[in-house]
């Protein structure tokens, strides 16, 4: 192991003597990565106690890891041997206003022998600019630590709902009764790209994209059709519906079968193990909207929760309004963040703030709020 440099040096970009990057996956650096993401991700990851966990990275994500992703892998190595990395996903996911380019993270990563030397923050950096170069307007992460890429630019922003079904409210969706509902989704694959592509948000997905998430993503795939036709269709994880498509009665009458489905009848309502509830409850991850299957759920009353998406960064804000096609909101740069005008008024707002407005949750509900938030929405499948 080469002898690193102080924290102060390397923070200030210059890298410790030795290594190499940060650069591009090379062909034969992937495994290199991938033992990196399985260490750190899986191994060093487990409880206490715990058995190791399984090195899944490249089952869980061969969409990142692969040979025509090299150059969205970005890395530095010391002598051949890859000591920290992070992957980016590229997808274009369209909005009711247009279609913005996204860049998603994946195991941002850094081994430990090599960590408070500044690499992460290097090779982050290195990946907001291969994200530029890439034309991405944004980039999105999940991450259990956001104050650590605070200061990187990423901000906690955009919407998303969950709504909790159980045997007190299910029957409150529509009737499944004319369904016909089967985990025989492979021979529809074709409809249900078409069933995915009418949502009003998301990514578009080729035949081999959409079985390769539903493969991997998703534990269960149920369809439902009616007089022989393909209506609707849910992916599961545990139980949380993770992805649907269809009219929203009809989905909604599908997710009310699946729960009888997974719903154990014989279960004892009254023995617990633990803080755990001995009949299970079933959620559904949705975009923050008033239309479509959500909207159904907030008519019928179901109980729902509003999150933040994950993490956002604004890699190119001019290009992203011109991609939505907002032509009201002009905005200038200023050496702490932006100034952002509309309709006569202005703020001066920090790049964090800038994230807020534009993707919400949080509201300035005095400025622009006939454009602000914007509805996006990317789903969990296509999230890296």
């Known amino acids: 192991m080469s002898d690193l440099k102080t924290e102060k040096q390397a923070s200030g970009g210059e890298l410790p003597a030795g290594l190499d990057g940060p650069r591009a996956c090379g062909k034969y650096d992937l495994a290199g990565v991938l033992d990196l993401c399985n260490l750190v991700m899986r191994i060093l990851d487990t409880p206490p106690g715990k058995p190791a966990g399984w090195p899944t990275i490249g089952y869980g994500w061969p969409h990142v890891y692969n040979h025509g992703n090299l150059d969205n892998i970005r890395l530095i190595a010391d002598k051949g041997e890859v000591v920290s990395s992070v992957g980016i996903y590229s997808a274009e996911v369209r909005t009711p ?82 369904l016909e509902v089967t985990e025989e989704w492979r021979p529809a694959v074709d409809q249900l790209i078409d069933l995915h592509d009418r949502e009003p948000m998301g990514v578009s997905r080729t035949q081999q994209m959409f079985e390769l998430l539903a493969e991997r993503k998703f534990e269960r795939v149920f369809v439902a059709r009616r007089g022989g036709r393909l ?27 699946v729960f ?30 008033v239309q479509g299957l959500p909207g159904l759920l907030l008519d019928q009353g179901v109980p729902n929760t509003m999150g933040y998406m994950g993490l956002i960064v604004l890699l190119d804000a001019p290009g992203l309004l011109e991609a939505l096609e907002i032509q009201d909101v002009e905005l200038e740069r200023r050496d ?39 509805d996006f929405y990317q789903w969990p499948a296509d999230r890296v």
């Not at 209506?231 to 079968?257: F, H, K, S, W």
């Open 231 to 257: 209506v609707a269709y849910a992916g599961m994880r545990q139980t949380d519906i993770r992805e649907y498509g269809g009219q929203p009665d009809n989905v909604a009458a599908l997710l009310r079968a």
């Open 336 to 374: 702490s963040g932006w100034r952002v005008g509309h309709g006569g008024r202005s703020l001066d707002l920090t790049e964090h703030e800038l994230v807020k407005l534009v993707f919400g949750p949080e509201r300035y509900p005095d400025f622009a709020p006939d454009v602000f938030p914007i």
């Open 260 to 289: 009888a489905e997974i719903d154990d009848a014989s279960t004892s309502t009254s023995t617990r193990t633990g803080y755990r509830r001995p009949t299970i409850e079933m959620t559904v991850t949705t975009p923050d909207s």
């Open 97 to 178: 206003r247009g279609t913005i380019s996204v860049g998603g993270i994946n195991c941002f990563i850094t081994h430990p022998d090599y960590r408070r030397s500044g690499l992460g923050g290097m090779v982050l950096t290195d990946a907001h600019a291969k994200m530029r170069a890439n034309g991405h307007h944004i980039g999105l992460l999940s991450t259990l630590i956001p104050d650590y890429y605070r200061k990187y630019g990423w901000e906690p922003a955009g919407r998303q709902r969950t709504f909790k079904l159980d045997r007190g409210n299910i029957a409150h969706l529509p009737d499944p009764a004319e």
